[in-house]
């Protein structure tokens, strides 16, 4: 295994943070809301070394394996640059602090592997006495095998993690979702990032949904009251596009603020949707004709009836502000201070291809990002649909051989007819 170390030097904070790179007059550059409090400051891995990956294996060791020469402790900072596509064949678990990982212009982590198994990219965990705080992951494409109900993995999770900030990454295809957030994580920043499904959902999933492109679940459940007062996220200028059919985000026990995104995922299920003492304030939001915005997804019968939802000046979403509950509303301004810019402006600045959300960004080695880059760069804002077949179309059929119009309870054969002709028969169970 090769690595390639470029330097050892030590960076200043502003190589990756704001100071490097002259973006558009709406883009900061650097986390903001929740991503921003002081003390919580998001660094990444500002003035460690630099390493550039290029296969799984070299991914994995530049976090696992730059440790203190005295102390020995592997939570030093590292940059990481990721270049080319990178194959990742199952789920990366990582407990680490202080990285920022950049895409170079093009640059993907996938998985091809839709199995329960198998499935998922890249997870940053806390647990056995070894937390995951302070992540920075930037101008990358993160990249599942496709929506499959199997309870599989995410393409991206973040399971008791603070200090997270994403930007300008286009994330999609996730088998169970795209993005997911739960188990006391804080203090996180999403800015600038764009959703999609390409990837044809497979049916016949264990769990039961035959279109499972969900997308951000923040929370796992409602019982997990540890999340309580945590899960405090920024959305900022992020795009949901086509193919994302639920969960935009899904938000249990957080303070959520969404704010200047763009919505295009028409033809959707919903897009927000409000749970178990969420805290939700969306403002100057772009819902494209066509786009549900918001859902109910409280239990009062169950005893977990609290939400607070506010929405103000979005387009196609008539202003809302309602409550279960004594909770106060949360209410941005009262805990950092943010510039947003006007609505009718987020077509076209979350939505432009080179500037807005996505992985667009010019990064180079030594300097991190420094612009955008150019329509030779190699950048991609789109996701890149893998050479396996796509699923056209399933038949199912219960052990006697007789059609069905949908899984049955029980044991069901499950009939895939595939896009390059072919077919695929496997039995599986519906609960």
Same mark, same amino acid.
């Given at each position: ?8 030097a030590? $960076? ?10 002259q973006?558009s007059?709406y883009? %900061?550059?650097?986390p ?9 400051e998001?660094?990444?891995?500002? +003035? ?11 991914f ?9 020469p005295v ?8 940059i ?5 596509d990178?194959?990742?064949? !199952?789920?990366?678990t990582?407990?680490?602090? =202080?990285?920022t990982?950049?895409?170079? &212009?093009?640059a ?6 839709r199995t329960?198994? =198998?499935s *998922? ?8 006495g070894s937390? !995951?705080?302070?992540?920075i992951?930037r101008n990358?494409?993160?990249q599942?095998?496709? %929506?499959?109900d199997?309870d ?9 993690v603070?200090?997270v900030?994403?930007?300008h990454?286009?994330?999609g295809? +996730?088998?169970?979702? !795209?993005l997911d957030c739960?188990?006391e994580s #804080?203090?996180?920043?999403?800015s600038?990032?764009?959703? $999609?499904?390409q990837i044809p ?7 039961g949904?035959n279109?499972?492109r969900?997308c ?7 019982s997990d009251?540890?999340?309580l *007062?945590?899960? =405090? ?5 992020c795009?949901?596009d086509q193919?994302c059919?639920?969960?935009?985000p ?12 763009y919505?295009?995922?028409t ?5 927000i949707?409000?749970g178990?003492?969420s805290n ?5 939001c772009?819902?494209?004709d ?9 239990e &009062?019968k169950k ?7 506010q929405i ?7 202003d ?8 106060d509303y ?9 510039t947003?810019?006007?609505?009718d402006l987020v ?5 432009n291809e080179?500037t807005?959300?996505?992985?667009? $960004?010019?990064v ?9 880059a #150019?329509? #030779?760069?190699?950048?991609? !804002? ?5 050479s396996?077949p ?9 052990l006697?051989g007789?059609?069905l119009?949908a899984?049955?309870?029980?044991i ?12 695929r028969?496997?039995l599986?169970?519906h609960?």
């Amino acid at each position: 295994m090769t690595k390639h170390l470029i330097t050892a030097a030590l $960076l200043t904070a502003g190589t990756i943070l704001p100071g490097a790179a002259q973006l558009s007059a709406y883009d %900061a550059n650097s986390p903001l809301g929740w991503g921003a409090m002081p003390g919580f400051e998001v660094t990444g891995g500002a +003035g460690g070394v630099e390493v550039v990956v290029t296969t799984e294996a070299e991914f994995d060791a530049a976090i696992n394996n730059h440790r203190d020469p005295v102390t020995r402790e592997r939570d030093q900072p590292v940059i990481i640059y990721v270049k080319g596509d990178v194959e990742f064949t !199952s789920m990366h678990t990582y407990h680490t602090k =202080n990285k920022t990982i950049l895409g170079l &212009p093009g640059a993907r982590i996938f998985s091809k592997d839709r199995t329960k198994k =198998n499935s *998922g990219v890249l997870k940053f965990t806390s647990g056995s006495g070894s937390d !995951s705080e302070n992540i920075i992951i930037r101008n990358l494409t993160i990249q599942g095998a496709g %929506a499959y109900d199997v309870d599989g993995d995410d393409a991206l999770l973040f399971q008791g993690v603070k200090r997270v900030w994403v930007d300008h990454c286009t994330i999609g295809d +996730g088998v169970d979702s !795209s993005l997911d957030c739960n188990h006391e994580s #804080d203090y996180i920043c999403i800015s600038w990032c764009r959703f $999609l499904y390409q990837i044809p959902p497979l049916a016949g999933g264990s769990g039961g949904a035959n279109d499972h492109r969900f997308c951000n679940t923040w929370g796992s459940s409602d019982s997990d009251t540890s999340s309580l *007062g945590h899960l =405090n996220t920024t959305f900022a200028n992020c795009w949901w596009d086509q193919g994302c059919m639920e969960r935009c985000p899904r938000v249990r026990f957080g303070k959520v603020h969404l704010l200047n995104c763009y919505y295009t995922n028409t033809g959707n299920h919903y897009s927000i949707g409000y749970g178990y003492k969420s805290n939700i304030y969306a403002e100057k939001c772009w819902f494209a004709d066509g786009v549900i915005v918001d859902k109910d997804y409280t239990e &009062p019968k169950k005893g977990y009836g609290d939400y607070n939802l506010q929405i103000t000046d979005c387009h196609n979403a008539p202003d809302k502000t309602q409550r279960v509950g004594d909770i106060d509303y949360f209410i941005p301004a009262d805990y950092y201070d943010y510039t947003s810019f006007p609505l009718d402006l987020v077509p076209s600045v979350v939505g432009n291809e080179q500037t807005g959300a996505g992985a667009n $960004l010019m990064v180079e080695v030594g300097l991190g990002v420094t612009g955008y880059a #150019d329509g #030779d760069s190699g950048s991609q !804002s789109a996701l890149d649909t893998p050479s396996a077949p796509a699923v056209d179309s399933v038949e199912y059929h219960n052990l006697l051989g007789m059609p069905l119009s949908a899984p049955a309870q029980g044991i069901n054969i499950l009939t895939e007819h595939l896009s390059d002709g072919s077919t695929r028969t496997r039995l599986i169970m519906h609960r």
